[in-house]
């Protein structure tokens, strides 16, 4: 089943089951370099998400 993740109450990308692990599908430009990249969980794929976005934010400053 596909799973909806949002970052701050942001619909960011989608968790698909695939081949025992959770493929993320990026749907915003701002976690695009995450796209593809597979999760045991989808807790372990929120983490990166927001480790991610922590970090851009951290650069632009």
Known sequence: MKQVV???????????PRDGCLAFMAVEYDVMELDGRRFSSAAEAREAIRAHMTHRVALAA
């Open 6 to 16: 949002e970052y701050q109450g942001i619909p960011v990308g989608v968790l698909v």
